[in-house]
């Protein structure tokens, strides 16, 4: 209910301007064709009320009501039934009642499209047929230049005001798509890329490695006896290490560094341009950072980690050659102690 109405006010908000800006100079246009004509006073008080009044107290009506967007749905039906008024009120006058019209039809797509359009049209018919039930029809064909120059302001200002409306949307609209797909690549609970994101720049950081003949390393992280953790101090207590340790992974990674949530209290991080003995400093301050954490509320856990580095190598066929290598070092680290960082045993010369 509250996430509609959100959207209701929004889109009112938008339609306030070009509602306000189309209706005022749009008024003049139609002035400028009634004053040739022989009209009643109380059709300048409507016409005032009309381009000067109305589009404020259609904003109040639609942001005050409990459903804004039917509430302004209304509102722009009722513009159109005013711009077939006016249209035939000035007797069809060829330049204001096509300007009027053609602004109105303008509004109507924008706000709703097609389905939009078809009502305001009818609603345009019925105000063309009000306006003959008062004063019969008429035609003048006749354009006078103070008329032609009482429609450039139409002409010009109000497309001017529709577009940046909708430029404004746009950039709305990439705004959230780039949020959604932000959100599509990343885990929940720790922020970080989840697992099909972070495969993806695996793949990405394999393809550079072999173009560049870059260096690049790459971890699995586990911690250690981690269902014990939630058996014994329950899956909040669980969660709350899994979002510790995203957090030590930030702050001892560099920007280039890409880190993701593999699966469960697995964790996996890209670190390109580094060679496998820095990353293995790396690594071990963070294995020595979640060594020395305590929760305030169960000061007893210890929590350790079981680290396994694979540095990229010509002879991979792919990435996940190159996934599979670090996930074989991590199964040495959990098999031989855990609470140790292992190197895949093709490259263990280089220490472990």
Known sequence: MENQRGKGLSFARRIY????IG?????????????TLNMPAWIWAFLLFNGFIWP????????????????????LFYDSLCGGFWAATVQFNPLTAVTVLAMMSMNN??????????????????????????????????????????????LTLYPLALGMVCYQLAIKLAQHKRTLSALSRTDSLTGLLNHGAWKDLLR????????HQQPATIALID?????????????????????????????NLRDSDMAGR?????????????????????????????????HQQVPQLRVSLSIGLAAYQTSFADALAWLDDADKALYIAKNTGRNKISIAPCLSALGS
């Open 17 to 20: 301007l070009p509602r306000t």
């Open 23 to 35: 209706l005022g100079i749009g008024s003049l246009s139609v002035g400028a064709a009634l004053y």
């Open 56 to 75: 404020h107290l259609a904003f109040q009506l639609s942001t005050r009501s409990a459903f804004p967007y039917q509430a302004e749905r209304r509102n």
């Open 109 to 154: 797509v924008a706000a709703g499209g097609l389905k939009m359009l078809r009502l305001g049209t009818i609603a345009q018919v019925a105000g063309v047929l009000v306006s003959w039930m008062i004063f019969g029809p008429g035609f003048n064909l006749v354009t006078t230049p103070m008329q032609v120059w009482a429609c450039l302001p139409m």
């Open 204 to 211: 990405i950081a394999f393809q550079q490695c072999r173009q």
């Open 223 to 251: 911690i250690d006896y981690f269902k014990g953790i939630n058996d014994t101090y329950g899956h909040i207590i669980g969660d709350s290490v899994l979002r510790q340790l995203s957090i030590e992974i930030k702050n």
């Open 262 to 294: 593999y699966g469960g209290d697995e964790f996996c991080v890209i670190l390109p341009n580094m060679p496998l003995h820095q990353a293995r400093d790396v690594m071990e301050r963070l294995r020595e950072v979640l060594h020395d954490y305590r």
